[in-house]
């Protein structure tokens, strides 16, 4: 495990971290990889098990699970949660929390909405707006968080109350607003192209190879140390075997019905994954990511290293909360409409449950986007699942916090054994 050679914190998540090692074979990174795991940096790996088990037990009991159509829905199922919890990874690495993010999104779909309808705002206006609305929103939080000194917890509590208040204003009791637009309401139920969805996998396939083989060669002439060429092949051809299978299996038609076609990615997987890839160069490879991390693991050494504390913490609420936009406008996509309670019950708590799944720390200072993007998979298979099962809802609810609290545990104890081995 690797330091910040400013603040003398672990960045072993930042992505920083894998130029310090070395790794001369295939042999050398595993048995570098086994090391790490018993010390106690296991990451995302419980997530993914558990997701394989999760497609095991629902494939063995309903057909229908694996079916293409309901793995489609899945994608768009899970799209608004992973969003959401991708905002919440950057609270999180600080150690803070954001209670407010669902209604905060809630407030700006419902803006987006009523630019569109009573307006006549184009689609990408309307969604600017709605975004502009999180960042100001995320901004008067991190402010009162950050330089007044109030606990996150008051003050998103005090945000997830009062803006349920201004979404109810201006829709009203028991209103709703639709959501016609071709564009936003494709999100959900059109689908690309299969012309356009086998170009893009080529593209995120050669883009991926050739950032991966281009870092390797920089870091080969340079004489830093590196890991060995087979594992980059390696993971270049596992990247290649997951998008392009996707890919060809959601090209297939999957409609039940002859002589109807339905084929293609629906458009919520690009928009998850140009946010993933964005979010994780900003984490991984820019100075706000490295201080980012910084901060979550030593907020004091942090600051004595030059770096400014409270304007981290409130770019991380501002980043919460925009996303938390894009992730109301995603979930309106999807419902087709904006009512007063969207954004509200369970919607938090899914997208938290997501984040800590996934692999990122409660403590601050571990964690990533796709760790977002799988705790949101398993929380939206876990639904998709049960209800294929027609089971009552309060098992889903249970089985829900169940997983919840294993995957805290998990963490609670890994960052034990991190402290007994020095890490």
Not at 72 to 83: D, E, P, R, T, W
Not at 235 to 261: D, M, Y
Not at 276 to 288: C, D, E, I, S
Request: aromatic share 6%; glycine share 14%.
């Amino acid at each position: 495990m690797s330091t910040d050679t400013d603040t003398g914190t672990p960045t072993s998540d930042s992505g920083f971290s894998a130029d310090l090692r070395s790794q001369e074979s295939l042999g050398d990174a595993l048995r570098d990889y086994l090391g790490r795991v018993r010390g106690g940096e296991i990451g995302s790996l419980p997530a993914i098990l558990g997701l394989v088990a999760l497609y095991i037990v629902f494939g063995l009991a309903n057909e229908q699970f694996l079916g293409m159509l309901n793995q489609a829905n899945l994608v768009v199922q899970a799209g608004s949660i992973c969003v959401l919890a991708m905002g919440l990874v950057f609270v999180l690495l600080l150690g803070e929390i954001d209670l407010s993010a669902g209604v905060a999104g809630g407030v700006s779909a419902g803006i987006t909405a009523l630019a569109i309808v009573d307006h006549g705002a184009s689609w990408w206006v309307a969604v600017l707006v709605g975004m502009g609305v999180g960042a100001v929103i995320g901004l008067v939080i991190g402010l009162l968080v950050a330089y007044l000194g109030i606990p996150s917890f008051v003050v998103t509590l005090a945000f997830f109350l009062g803006l349920q208040g201004v979404t109810l204003r201006l829709i009203g009791q028991g209103g709703s607003v639709a959501v016609r637009d071709e564009v936003l309401r494709g999100l959900a139920i059109q689908n690309i192209p299969v012309v356009a969805g086998w170009i893009g996998a080529l593209v995120v396939v050669a883009g991926y190879g050739l950032v991966s083989l281009r870092r390797y060669q920089v870091q080969t002439r340079r004489k830093l140390q590196r890991p060995p060429f087979a594992l980059v092949a390696l993971k270049i051809a596992g990247l290649a075997a997951v998008v392009l299978t996707i890919t060809g299996l959601l090209n297939q038609n999957r409609s039940p019905r002859e002589g109807f076609v339905i084929q293609g990615i629906p458009w919520t997987l690009p928009v998850v994954a140009v946010l993933l890839v964005f979010w994780t160069f900003v984490l991984g490879r820019t100075a706000f990511g490295r201080h980012l991390y910084a901060v979550g693991g030593n907020a004091e050494a942090a600051r004595r290293a030059g770096i400014t504390v409270p304007r981290m913490k409130v770019a991380a609420f501002m980043i919460c909360s925009t996303m938390a936009a894009v992730a109301g406008v995603l979930a309106a996509a999807y419902s087709g409409k904006v009512s007063p309670s969207s954004g509200g019950g369970n919607v938090l708590l899914y997208a938290v449950g997501a984040a800590v799944i996934g692999g990122t720390s409660l403590f601050g200072g571990r964690g990533r986007a796709v760790d977002a993007v799988i705790g949101g998979v398993v929380i939206a298979v876990i639904a998709n699942g049960l209800g294929l099962l027609n089971q009552a809802s309060y098992i889903n609810y249970i089985v829900t916090g169940a997983v919840l609290l294993l995957a805290a545990s998990v963490d609670a104890i890994s960052r034990r054994r991190r402290s007994a081995a020095g890490i």
